[in-house]
């Protein structure tokens, strides 16, 4: 028998009870031995709920149970979570997780210390809830050289962005409509400003680096800004407005962003709706990979928990996370990196056009029916920092999006 202890009892952790409780038959036979639930750690009782008997509120009954063998941590937030985890490992348990904060900021320690122990550190649902994307780039992708993981990771501004291009709905119109299914929370920074997508694809490059990516270093803007006429504007263009979490190799160096980007209809990532999630990979040997499904919600995501305790089960004293260094890696700076810019600016196009090329290069003008005071225009290929820099000079542009592809 595997013993496990399940940290934390809300949304996600109800969800590893329930899959094991409904699929344990099958996760068996799949370890080769049984698993079962001693404990589950909460401040709260559940009067009249099974697991009650299960409960404990206190986490030093946990770590010092020696036939606790794998702990799952569900509690989100970096304390307690980032404490018990690493006593636990010290303690010789193995741990899966689906907290993306957590693994952020402390992957590569943790992952060092479950190596000393010859046990294992597992966080399959801390990038894309039930996606599978951790195992394939610890496993199956090992033996290519990862180009670039740009992803929709965030199913809440995807929910949020395809209504306001399918329905011409305003941001705050589709926000309050998110937060009454439950898709935002109250407070949806979180979501919005891009930051819970930048956990995750600072998890996916500390990955394929190998080294520490801190997400602070990742330039992160959300869709808080984004309206119904750029909607409209890349209607017009064949295009689409998805908010992307990206990383990519350039040369020697890597870099990362989370923003709103363009997208043409031959783009892979371009039909994700709803709040699906999508992972496109591209290895230098393996070539395109994509990866998609529901990237959040309680089944989905206790799904990829679940799964990574068997994974520890069936590798109790060995091994198997590929780690990353402690080692903080610097990213390309974004004024380096090179794209393409949609811009809305006030004005005449026939007037500006002549001095906006000048500046900018050669530009290809989009005007967008009912939106006469203003127009738009795509820039060819150009640096970051250049941009900025010439856009300053134009105090009458009212938007921009990078145009990805």
Same mark, same amino acid.
């Given at each position: ?211 520490? /990516? $801190? ?7 959300? @869709?808080?800004?984004?309206? =119904?006429? *750029?909607? #409209? ?76 305790? /068997? $994974? ?7 091994? @198997?996370?590929?780690?990353? =260094?402690? *080692?903080? #890696? ?76």
């Amino acid at each position: 028998m595997v013993n496990i202890a399940v940290l934390g009892y809300g949304t996600v952790g109800s969800g590893v009870v329930e899959v094991i409780n409904t699929n344990g038959a099958r996760i068996n036979q799949r370890v080769g031995d049984e698993i079962s639930i001693k404990y589950v750690l909460d401040l709260r009782d559940f009067p009249g709920d099974p697991i009650q008997d299960k409960l404990v509120h206190d986490f030093e009954v946990i770590i010092n149970d020696p036939d606790v063998q794998i702990v799952v941590e569900v509690m989100g937030g970096i304390e307690p979570a980032y404490t018990f985890v690493k006593r636990s490992l010290q303690a010789g348990k193995s741990v899966a997780t689906s907290n993306k904060a957590l693994v952020a900021k402390h992957g590569a320690e943790l992952l060092s210390i479950a190596r000393d122990h010859h046990i294992n550190f597992l966080f399959e649902a801390s990038v894309g809830g039930g996606i599978p994307i951790i195992r394939p780039l610890n496993s199956s992708m090992t033996a290519d050289e990862i180009e670039e993981i740009t992803g929709i990771l965030n199913g809440t501004t995807n929910y949020m962005l395809s209504k306001m291009f399918y329905e011409g709905a305003d941001y705050g119109e589709v926000l309050k409509e998110a937060q009454a299914k439950g898709y935002a929370e109250r407070n949806p920074e979180a979501d919005v400003e891009g930051y819970d997508a930048c956990r995750k694809i600072a998890i996916l490059s500390s990955l394929i680096s190998g080294q520490q /990516v $801190d997400f602070e270093d990742i330039h992160t803007e959300g @869709i808080t800004k984004i309206t =119904k006429e *750029d909607m #409209l504007y890349a209607k017009t263009m064949g295009m689409t407005i998805k908010l992307l979490a990206m990383s990519k190799r350039s040369g020697d160096h890597l870099n990362a962003i989370v923003a709103p980007y363009m997208l043409h209809k031959e783009h892979p990532l371009y039909s994700v709706n709803g709040v699906f999630n999508a992972i496109f990979v591209h290895g230098n040997v393996l070539g395109d990979a994509m990866f998609y499904g529901s990237g959040a919600g309680k089944l989905p995501t206790a799904s990829a928990v679940v799964a990574d305790v /068997v $994974d520890e089960a069936k590798h109790l004293n060995r091994n @198997i996370m590929t780690m990353w =260094k402690s *080692d903080k #890696l610097n990213l390309q700076p974004i004024s380096d990196t090179r794209k393409r810019f949609f811009v809305r600016i006030q004005g005449n196009a026939d007037a500006m056009k002549a001095h906006l090329e000048s500046r900018f290069g050669p530009v290809e003008i989009i005007k967008a029916e009912g939106l006469a005071e203003e127009f738009g225009f795509v820039t060819e290929v150009m640096a970051e920092g250049e941009y900025e820099k010439y856009a300053a000079e134009f105090p009458s542009i009212v938007h921009m999006i990078r145009v990805e592809g």
